[in-house]
């Protein structure tokens, strides 16, 4: 068996038919194992036999719609991945705070990486780099000033639309712990 995070796009908690429970729900209709929520943002864990992730995420996908109209987007990754992400250190002597997010941007599987970044950075961004083996944007966001969408952010979304999901280091963190706990 192996342990999967899903990372889904575009969940809002406070819509019915995106509580944790409704998620779970649905990992559960098609028949994975150790079913559980991490936080109320669309991190579901899970285990399963499968070892297709773009088969899985087109599986989650197509029934996230079908039984509760969710259609942001399904990303997989397995615990090694998320693990070796993390043991990677990718931001040394950097804290997660109210001002300073440090993000992790997962691409889909199969979408091509970048073979390069915008040439003009943003003020409120020092990006810190691509993990290949994790497909995975890594990068610290001045976050000072509330409303205002980093120009980095927006590139992402227009360079790989619903391809991508964006996820805060202390949530990844979360969900490694979660997964090892299965």
Known sequence: MTRYAALLR????????????HLRGVFERLGYDRVGSVL?????VFETDETDVPALERTIQEALVSDLGIGGG????SLEELRTLLDSDPFPGLTHGRGTY????FLK??????TGLPDDPDPLVQVVGFDEEARAFLAVIDNSEPGKTPDFMTWLDKTYGKDITTRTWLTVQRIVKKLEAL
């Open 10 to 21: 575009g969940i809002a908690p406070s819509l019915p038919n995106n509580s944790n429970a």
């Open 40 to 44: 109320a943002s669309g991190n579901i």
């Open 74 to 77: 399904t990303i997989i990754r």
């Open 102 to 105: 440090l993000v992790t941007t």
């Open 109 to 114: 599987d199969g979408v091509a990486p970048p």
